[in-house]
């Protein structure tokens, strides 16, 4: 069954520290990986996907992500984060059909 | 981008009474759009697949004539929370796939609290 883990449920960093938001997914064949940024009481804002090719997706607003076939991830980075980037951030898998699983999300606090 | 919007942003009702939510594609033309709940500090759950012209897809738990979906034009789902209760306080999520675009690229509109007192 399709599935999507995101370990850490909150992580808290300096501004202008690296980040690295965790992502492990369960899919029978090639996924199509996505990750949002959710602020709060708004919608969902597409980050990056990845659907084939290059393994390595660059994003809006500086993130990038890599998927790592091998250890079934998708981690989200970024090398500087602003306090404007404290929100939440899901990881989601689609594949054979037009559903979106979503992962529980990660809450990212930027102190000053 | 592809614009999906919402109508009310924010509803507070009575318990008992119905509720409806809109959800527009505003610059393309969606066949199929997607009702999301999302329970405070969780992650997204698909209620139901909403497609035009035709009978919604409900996911397994989701109470079809509670939750009713109707969507009339290819730019258009409505979400009506019927009867409803307390316990169906939550923030409320429509997304669209535009035709044209990557597979399961779906845009999302800027959500829906309802507050049932």
């Known amino acids: 069954a399709q599935s999507v883990t995101q370990p850490d449920i909150h992580i808290t960093v300096s501004e202008g520290a690296s980040l690295e938001l965790r992502c492990n997914y369960s899919?029978?064949?090639?996924?199509?990986l996505f990750w949002y940024v959710q602020s709060p009481g708004q919608g969902l804002q597409l980050l990056l996907k990845y659907f084939s090719g290059d393994t390595l997706v660059q994003g809006i607003k500086g993130f990038e992500a890599e998927f790592k076939r091998s250890q079934s991830s998708f981690n989200l980075r970024k090398p500087s984060v602003h306090w404007s980037d404290a929100a939440e951030y899901f990881c989601a898998v689609g594949g054979g059909t037009d559903k979106l699983i979503f992962g529980t999300g990660t809450r990212l606090q930027v102190f000053p | 981008g592809a614009v999906v919007s919402q109508h009310p942003s924010r509803v507070i009702c009575k318990s008992g009474t119905s509720v409806k939510i809109e959800c527009r594609s505003l610059d393309f033309q969606a066949t199929t759009m997607f009702w999301y709940r999302q329970f405070p500090k969780q992650s997204l759950m698909l209620m139901a697949t909403s497609n035009e012209g035709s009978k919604a897809t409900y996911e397994q738990g989701v109470e079809k004539d509670k939750f009713l979906i109707n969507h009339a034009s290819l730019t258009l789902s409505t979400l009506t929370v019927t009867s409803a209760h307390p316990e169906d306080s939550s923030f409320y999520i429509c997304?669209?796939?535009?035709?044209?675009?990557?597979?399961?690229?779906?845009?999302f509109g800027p959500g829906t609290r309802l507050t049932v007192l």
């Open positions: 997304s669209a796939d535009p035709p044209g675009t990557s597979y399961n690229e779906q845009f």
């Open positions: 899919y029978g064949a090639t996924p199509y």
